[in-house]
Each structure stands twice: as structure tokens, then as C-alpha cells.
């Protein structure tokens, strides 16, 4: 489990990399609000990838084994838990499925120790 400051798609990378899996995400499990959308419009701007690569959401990242998904309560403390995906053997391999495309997610969220400017 880990907090997902950085963004979804570094934080993801972070946690397959510690745990030698890979992941499967599904774009349409991911909890875009409504709201988020709607300003996305309005400012030609793509709320999956704001919800992929976007920081300051902390919201937690966990996994729990298959067996276990139907165990899992639908909120904590009024907060919702979303099932975006599965993690699998494909040591860092991370793919994303939006509809009918499939492509590897490459991390673009916040690097605390990048150095120089690009």
C-alpha cells in the first residue's frame, strides 16, 4: 500500500518495481469525478491522463489477492474503494485498456529527485 502523491502512474511503477509484478489497469474503473470532467472540457484537457500522471490526489494505492476482492467493504470512512485493475507476472510492465486500445503506461508523475530543468 502506498499513497498516490506523485500521481497514479509513478506511484503504480513504484510499487510493481518493489514487489517484482507488473499491472493491468482498466481506465473505466478509474474514479474520475464528474466535476474533474467537466473543467477537463472547458480547458481542452484529458481527465484520464490527469488521473493517471496527476499528484496531490492522496488517495491510497493497495492490492489484495483475487480471493480476497468480494471481502473488500464498498467504502472506509466514507471513502470510496475502487477496483482499477489486477497486478500481474510481467515483472514492470504496466499496460492501461481505455475501450478498444491497449498501450503500456509509461510513468509521468512527479520525480522528487530529478535533477536540472527539461
Not at 464528474?34 to 493517471?52: E, N, T
Not at 494505492?61 to 471513502?79: A, H, N
Not at 485498456?97 to 527539461?118: I, M
Request: charged share 30%; glycine share 10%.
Amino acid at each position: 500500500m502506498l499513497d498516490l502523491s506523485d500521481g497514479l502512474s509513478s506511484d503504480l511503477a513504484h510499487l510493481c518495481e518493489e514487489s517484482n509484478a507488473g499491472a493491468s489497469i482498466d481506465s473505466s474503473y478509474l474514479p474520475i469525478d464528474r466535476d474533474v470532467s467537466q473543467l477537463c472540457g472547458r480547458r481542452a484537457l484529458d481527465p484520464l491522463m490527469l488521473a493517471l500522471h496527476g499528484g496531490e490526489d492522496f488517495e491510497l494505492l493497495f492490492t489484495v489477492k483475487p480471493e480476497d476482492v468480494p471481502r473488500l467493504p464498498k467504502r472506509v470512512d466514507g471513502v470510496g474503494i475502487s477496483r482499477i485493475g489486477e497486478v500481474t507476472d510481467q515483472s514492470g510492465k504496466i499496460r492501461i485498456t481505455e475501450k478498444n486500445r491497449v498501450w503500456d503506461l509509461e510513468p509521468q508523475g512527479f520525480e522528487h529527485f530529478k535533477t536540472g530543468l527539461s
